[in-house]
């Protein structure tokens, strides 16, 4: 088999900072590369306390290869309020200890006073399992609270503040697309919703350090050409999210890995095609039978079926080469 980009494409999963049923899981399915928000559980802006979360990961066989969402309450920094740069002191902080840990993609989104949401997160889809749908007509759309320009003013005053540090980390700031991509939520704007958001991004942050969170699922959910962007964007990406939409007349429905309208295949091709370097996990999944549904598109089951799936491909792109 061939080794070229076999291990530049590299098989993660989203993990809890604590070991439970997922990690082993995640383990037993030869996952290597964990992903995780740590939130409370470890301070990720005190060394000490970061090592000990990552010598815990290292321990059950996992390289912490990212951090994804955010690790501290955000709602300061992206809602412009009194006290966002004591808050930017701590990311700053956290950069510097990723840097020193090795740690090199940070998945963040700017996503103000709602992060990523559906609207129904228990509806029956194949053989049982439950699936999540975000519909506009669930979620009328509600007056605004402030302005688009204003939450851009608040992403360039944090861009300008952290991307030096990251740089200097060796850390690269992998942003994530408003999920879902619609211009106000619960009478937030959203305005990374597009990917003229990611180029104007480009511009504000003008580093290397700037890079891109491909969620192809949500990119294509805003009505762009996906494998397009790959190309376009192929140096900038490093963190990769891979899950499926079912597109709905004011909406989408979430499916599994393999039965969604998109081309899976053809994206993994793509990745291995321009020998890219990144982190892939799989995203939601539906929550299948014998599991709770208290974390909707983060049971377990569903996404270890995904890494199968994925590995198949791989494997079966890697033979044909």
Known sequence: MPT?????????????????????LAAQ????????????????TDLDSFASAQKSFAGAGFALTALEGDQFDMSRIKLGLPGRDEDIEKYLRMLENMGKLGIRILCYNFMAGVGWFRSQTAVPYRGDALTSIWSRKDVPEEPLK???????????????AVIPAAEKAGVVMCLHPDDPPVSELKGYPRIITSAD??????????????????????????????????????????????????PLEDGFMETFHDNGPTDMAARLKLLYDLNMDVLLRPDHAPTM?????????????????????????????????
């Not at 402030?146 to 300008?160: A, G, M, P, Q, R």
């Not at 805003?222 to 190309?231: F, N, P, S, V």
């Not at 709770?292 to 049971?299: E, F, I, K, L």
């Open 146 to 160: 402030f302005t688009h320009e204003k939450l851009w003013e608040n992403y360039s005053y944090f861009l300008k």
């Open 4 to 24: 070229r980009n076999t291990e530049a494409i590299k098989l993660g999963m989203f993990l809890p900072p604590v070991p439970d049923r997922r990690w082993h």
């Open 197 to 246: 958001a990611y180029r104007r991004m480009f511009d504000i942050a003008n580093s290397p350090a700037a890079g891109v969170t491909f969620c192809a699922a949500t990119f294509r959910a805003m009505g762009e050409d996906d494998m397009a962007l790959i190309r376009e964007w192929k140096d900038r990406i490093h963190f990769v999210h891979l899950r499926d939409n079912q």
């Open 29 to 44: 399915a030869g996952v290597t590369h964990a992903v995780c928000k740590f939130d409370r559980q470890y301070d990720v």
């Open 289 to 321: 039978f014998g599991e709770d549904n208290d974390q909707p598109g983060y049971a377990a089951l569903g996404r270890i079926f995904a890494i199968g799936y994925f590995k198949g491909i791989l494997h079966s792109i890697a033979e044909k080469m």
